[in-house]
């Protein structure tokens, strides 16, 4: 066991972390002691991990594939860094979304609505006022495309999803259907984010494969639609025949999901102090099982 020491502390890691170059991670790593290590440490399919299993490991982006689903294999426990769920529709990003053993929380459970507060002092628009008077929403349905990495991860093709989900559409409404690209990141906020797009078209319904966009339409006041596991997964439409007469949730579930999501996302300053970490640990901020 002595090759699994580290060389700075002479004792075994309790957390590892891939990339040393990734300007986030720096700060998760330093919050949580993490040893930095190869990424085929990991990943590789042909040898062993020279590191136990029940070290967690951390990383970040979805690029990141192969360590995903080698840890569900495997058991071993992971931390998942991307954009934060709520609050970045502004110009510089604010939060970051970290995720144990899964890459996005798909459960949620009551909490304090004080992040969620907290979070609507620094970004107003996130005040949540229910579901959108249906005359004012009447409109087409907003198809919002997955990326490159999410098409990647799920391993299907984008044009093919498209094809396949307008016509499925198309079998219970003739609504317009709009398409939305993820595009840049300027073409996602402020005046160019899902809840303007819906606001300004007057949109009836999204409908996304795992996109935030699904969170955005419905913290906006309107239905999502989703065809992958995701953050609003208890409280989103996912059969396409329910199209004309979907389901959208009551005000306090809603608020239930808000409270939760606030806290499985921090700022740089929580990950560098530990606080990220310690809860997701001491309010076991997680969905229970892992996979593999």
Not at 87 to 111: A, D, F, P, S
Not at 125 to 140: A, D, E, F, I, V
Not at 180 to 194: F, T, Y
Request: charged share 30%.
């Amino acid at each position: 066991m002595e090759r699994y020491k580290t060389k700075a502390f002479g004792q075994m890691p309790r957390m590892l972390y891939i990339d040393g170059d990734d300007q986030i991670m720096k700060h998760w790593q330093y919050g949580t002691g993490a040893c930095l290590i190869d990424r085929k440490d990991i990943s590789s399919k042909i040898t062993e991990s020279p590191w136990p299993n029940d070290i967690p490991v951390s990383f970040r982006s979805m690029t990141k594939r192969k360590e995903i689903w080698k840890c569900w294999e495997t058991g071993r426990p992971f931390f998942y860094i991307d954009n934060g769920y709520m609050g970045n529709l502004m110009k510089r990003k604010e939060y970051y979304r970290v995720v144990k053993n899964n890459i996005q929380h798909t459960k949620y459970k009551e909490m304090p609505g004080d992040r969620f507060e907290a979070l609507q002092r620094f970004a107003p628009y996130m005040q949540y006022h229910g579901r959108k008077p249906l005359k004012l929403q009447n409109g087409p349905i907003l198809l919002v495309t997955p990326s490159e990495k999410p098409c990647q991860f799920y391993n299907i093709d984008r044009d093919k999803w498209v094809s396949d989900t307008v016509a499925e559409i198309r079998k219970y409404t003739q609504r317009e259907i709009i398409v939305r690209n993820k595009g840049l990141r300027p073409d996602r906020i402020k005046e160019n984010s899902v809840a303007a797009q819906c606001m300004r078209d007057h949109i009836w319904a999204v409908v996304t494969y795992q996109s935030m966009a699904a969170l955005e339409a419905m913290h906006y006041g309107i239905p999502a639609f989703t065809m992958a596991p995701n953050c609003v997964d208890q409280l989103a439409n996912k059969n396409l025949e329910a199209i004309e007469d979907p389901f959208y949730p009551e005000y306090h579930e809603m608020m239930k999901l808000l409270h939760y999501l606030a806290y499985c996302q921090y700022r740089l300053d929580e990950m560098r102090s530990g606080l990220a970490w310690k809860l997701i640990e001491g309010e076991k901020l997680y969905d229970e099982a892992i996979k593999g």
